[in-house]
C-alpha cells in the first residue's frame, strides 16, 4: 500500500511538473510576435508628383496669393521631397474640390489590394487568407460602413471566426499602436496569425483655402501604405524576419497644445484640411522624451545606465546655476541598439530627432531617402524606411532596431525589433536604391524653375 502511495505521488509529481512546464512554455511563446513578412505600396508611374504636376495642382488653388505662392516654393524646396512621390488619383485628374465616395475607396482599395496582394503571393505555400486570425486596419481620416476591415475580410473571402478592428483618427503612430494591439491579443491565443495595415486616404481631404499652417499638409503627405504579416505561432518562428522586442506608448492628449497641434479642421473659409501649428515639434519631442524613459532602460545594457547616472549626478553638483544641466539625451543608445527607424514626417522632425539622440547622417538617412522617395505617408512611413535598410544590406542577424513614430493626440509610439537573420530581400525600393543616397542631394528643381516668383518686381501681380 505504501509503495502504491509513493508511485501514485511520484506519477501525480511527474505529471504536474509536465503540465506546469507546458503551461509555461505555451505562455512564453503567445508572448512572443514574430515578423514574417511586410509589403510597402508603390504606385503606377502616372500617379508621381513631380515638379511640373505639383506646380499645375497649386496655380488651379484661385484662392491663392503671390505671398501664398512664395511660402509654399520655400516649403518645397526645404521639405526633403523628391520628384518621384505619389498622389492621389482625383487631385491628379483635377477634382481635389470635388472628391466623392467612390475616390475615396478606390484609393484605399488600390493601396490595401496591391499591398496584400503581394503579401499573399510571396507567403503562399505556408500561409493563406483563410488563415488569418487576426485583422487590424487602421486609416486615421475615412471610416466608412462596412469598415475597411470588412472589404478587406470579402475580398479575400477570410474565416467568419476572424477578429477584426478598424482603427481611426490615430494619425501617423497608427501602425505602431496596431502591433501594440496585435501582441497583446497574441498573450491570448496561441498559434495565431495576424495582419496590420496601415495607410491614410489623401484625395478627399486635399486643403484648397490658403491657410498656410493648413497648406503643409498638401507639401508632405503622398499616397502609400503597408501590409505587415505577424504570429506568435513557434512553428513559423524558422520563416521570421524580426521579432517584437517591447513596444511602449505616450499620449500627450490632456495637453491642450499638445491636443491641438495637429489637428482636422476647417479654415475660416469653409475649407477643410489639416492644421500643423507651430507647437508641433515641442509636442512630439515632449512625447519622445516620455517614450523613452520608459522603453530605453529596457534594451539598453545596465553599464551604460548606470554610467548615465554617475555622469548625470557630477553634472548636476558642477554645474553652475543657469547652465542646461545636458545637451541631447546623454545615452550611448548604440550600445543597445544599431538602427533607427525614424517617421519620415518631415525633414525638420528626422534632423531634430537625430541630433537629439545623438545619431549620426548614416543613422537618419534612410528616414530621409525615404521622405525623398516616397514622402510622409503616414502610419505606413516607417515600412518605407524599414524597407531602405532591408535594400541596403544593414541588417544582420542580432541587429536592434529602433521604430519611432509621432502622431495627432498627440502621441509617441515606439517599439524595439529583434533581426533574426541577414535580410536582403527584394522589395519597394528595387528600381531606385541604387540611385540613393546620390539622388537626394541634386537640388530641388522647384527652385531652379520658380525662383522668379521671389523677384521684388512680381509684387504687384497676381499670379
Same mark, same amino acid.
Given at each position: ?25 505555451? #505562455? ?17 508611374? $502616372? ?24 511660402? %509654399? ?8 521631397? !523628391? ?34 496582394? #503581394? ?20 486609416? *486615421? ?5 462596412? *469598415? ?12 467568419? $471566426? ?107 473659409? &469653409? ?43 557630477? #553634472? ?5 546655476? &543657469?547652465?542646461?544641466?545636458?545637451? !541631447?539625451?546623454?545615452? $550611448? ?18 534632423? &531634430?530627432? !537625430?541630433? *537629439? ?8 538617412? @534612410? ?32 541587429? #536592434?532596431? %529602433? ?5 495627432? &493626440? ?26 540613393? @543616397?546620390?539622388?537626394?542631394?541634386? @537640388? ?6 520658380? $525662383? ?12
Amino acid at each position: 500500500m505504501e509503495l502504491f502511495s509513493l508511485s501514485s505521488l511520484f506519477l501525480v509529481t511527474t505529471l504536474l511538473v509536465f503540465y506546469i512546464s507546458k503551461y509555461v512554455l505555451n #505562455k512564453r511563446n503567445q508572448r512572443n510576435c514574430f515578423m514574417l513578412h511586410y509589403e510597402c505600396y508603390k504606385g503606377q508611374d $502616372d500617379r508621381k508628383l513631380n515638379t511640373e504636376t505639383c506646380a499645375k495642382i497649386i496655380q488651379r488653388n484661385k484662392n491663392l496669393g503671390l505671398e501664398e505662392y512664395r511660402f %509654399l516654393l520655400r516649403t518645397m524646396v526645404s521639405s526633403g521631397i !523628391g520628384e518621384e512621390t505619389y498622389g492621389p488619383r482625383n487631385v491628379l485628374e483635377g477634382r481635389e474640390t470635388s472628391p466623392s465616395l467612390l475616390d475615396a475607396h478606390s484609393e484605399m482599395d488600390e493601396i490595401m489590394f496591391d499591398t496584400l496582394d #503581394k503579401l499573399f503571393h510571396k507567403t503562399k505555400g505556408f500561409v493563406s487568407p483563410s488563415d488569418i486570425d487576426i485583422l487590424v486596419v487602421n486609416v *486615421s481620416l475615412f471610416a466608412p460602413s462596412p *469598415s475597411l476591415t470588412s472589404r478587406v475580410i470579402n475580398r479575400y473571402k477570410m474565416r467568419e $471566426d476572424i477578429k477584426s478592428f478598424n482603427l481611426s483618427g490615430l494619425g501617423c503612430s497608427a501602425s505602431v499602436i496596431s502591433i501594440d494591439i496585435v501582441q497583446r491579443i497574441f498573450e491570448t491565443r496561441e498559434n495565431s496569425l495576424a495582419l496590420v495595415v496601415s495607410t491614410e486616404t489623401m484625395g478627399p481631404h486635399w486643403y484648397c483655402g490658403k491657410d498656410r499652417s493648413m497648406m503643409l499638409s498638401n507639401c508632405l503627405f503622398r499616397a502609400g501604405g503597408s501590409s505587415v504579416l505577424l504570429t506568435n505561432a513557434p512553428r513559423f518562428k524558422n520563416r521570421a524576419l524580426m521579432k517584437l522586442v517591447t513596444v511602449v506608448r505616450a499620449h500627450m492628449g490632456s495637453d491642450d497644445e499638445a491636443y491641438s497641434c495637429c489637428i482636422q479642421m476647417e479654415d475660416k473659409d &469653409g475649407h477643410p484640411g489639416f492644421l500643423l501649428t507651430k507647437y508641433l515639434p515641442k509636442a512630439a519631442a515632449r512625447a519622445l522624451t516620455l517614450n523613452l524613459k520608459v522603453l530605453l532602460p529596457r534594451v539598453l545594457p545596465h553599464k551604460e545606465l548606470i554610467r548615465y547616472a554617475i555622469v548625470r549626478s557630477f #553634472k548636476r553638483r558642477t554645474i553652475t546655476k &543657469g547652465e542646461s544641466t545636458s545637451s !541631447g539625451i546623454g545615452l $550611448d543608445l548604440k550600445t543597445g541598439l544599431q538602427h533607427f527607424c525614424i517617421h519620415p514626417g518631415g525633414r525638420a522632425i528626422i534632423e &531634430g530627432v !537625430g541630433k *537629439s539622440l545623438g545619431l549620426t547622417e548614416f543613422d537618419i538617412e @534612410p528616414a530621409r531617402m525615404a521622405l525623398h522617395r516616397f514622402g510622409n505617408t503616414s502610419s505606413g512611413g516607417l515600412w518605407y524606411v524599414l524597407g531602405y535598410m532591408e535594400a541596403k544590406k544593414r541588417l544582420k542577424k542580432g541587429d #536592434k532596431i %529602433l521604430m519611432m513614430s509621432m502622431g495627432a &493626440g498627440f502621441e509617441s509610439n515606439n517599439c524595439v525589433w529583434k533581426v533574426l537573420k541577414n535580410l536582403d530581400g527584394k522589395n519597394v525600393w528595387d528600381d531606385s536604391i541604387d540611385r540613393y @543616397p546620390e539622388l537626394s542631394k541634386i @537640388p530641388n528643381p522647384f527652385m531652379e524653375k520658380y $525662383d522668379w516668383i521671389n523677384d521684388d518686381t512680381m509684387s504687384f501681380i497676381r499670379v
